[in-house]
């Protein structure tokens, strides 16, 4: 059965320093989301995205984010200059135009 | 999307039915009932979703009121991998690039 996957599952980062995470949708999907998960709290809606644009994004994504589909099987978040609040779990969705939104496993993220 | 109320937690015995509620009483006429669920932090991964008639997959049951205002998601034979935590959400209809919002669900216990 295809899979979201993401890369890497775990990424220890140093305040102010940028991240690229990573994430390879299931291969007929056309509609890709991010969103995030701090550590005991909700999962927050962070972007969404579709035709090579941005459709939707919340208000935690502020100009620190950037999403960018680079080929035509990556999907990549970057953060440019990392906060320690930034630290939480980061999950990638996709989804086909008639299906449901399937989840990768997620980036867990640490800002010292 | 209309707003749901999930009880905070659940217990039940493996291999006994769990059956989690799930109130949504202002939901309007195009929007469906989504069910997912968290495994330990895992990605969100989704169970089943319905309009009005009930449905059935190889992982749950959805069991809608006729008035839409109430679900049952039901697991048949509950097993110990399905402790997890349970999202029930309502959203408008499968198409587009729609995000999913999710509240803090049920946490699903599975006793031995």
């Known amino acids: 059965e295809p899979e979201v996957t993401q890369t890497p599952s775990h990424q220890v980062t140093q305040m102010g320093q940028e991240v690229i995470l990573r994430c390879v949708p299931i291969?007929?999907?056309?509609?890709f989301y991010w969103y995030r998960q701090i550590l005991g709290q909700k999962v927050e809606f962070l972007v969404s995205?579709?035709?090579?644009?941005?459709?939707?994004k919340s208000e935690i994504f502020d100009d620190q984010f950037s999403v960018e589909r680079p080929d035509g099987s990556n999907f990549t978040l970057k953060i440019r200059s990392t906060k320690l609040e930034d630290s939480a779990m980061y999950f990638c969705?996709?989804?086909?135009?008639?299906?449901?939104?399937?989840f990768g496993p997620g980036t867990r993220l640490t800002v010292l | 999307d209309a707003k749901t109320t999930q009880p905070t937690s659940m217990d039940c015995a493996e291999g006994r039915a769990a059956n989690l509620p799930c109130n949504h009483s202002?939901?309007?006429?195009?929007?469906?009932v989504y069910w997912y669920r968290q495994i330990h932090s895992q990605g969100p991964q989704y169970i089943i979703h319905?309009?009005?008639n009930n449905e059935t997959n190889e992982m749950a049951s959805l069991i809608i009121t006729e008035d839409r205002k109430s679900s049952t998601l039901i697991l048949p034979h509950a097993t110990l991998r399905d402790t997890a935590v349970y999202y029930c959400?309502?959203?408008?209809?499968?198409?587009?690039?729609?995000?999913?919002?999710f509240g803090t669900g049920t946490r699903l216990t599975i006793i031995p």
């Open positions: 291969s007929n999907h056309l509609y």
């Open positions: 969705a996709s989804r086909s135009l008639a299906d449901t939104q399937y």
């Open positions: 995205f579709y035709n090579n644009e941005i459709s939707e």
């Open positions: 202002t939901i309007s006429g195009n929007e469906y």
């Open positions: 959400i309502v959203r408008v209809a499968n198409f587009g690039n729609e995000k999913l919002t």
């Open positions: 319905g309009l009005k």
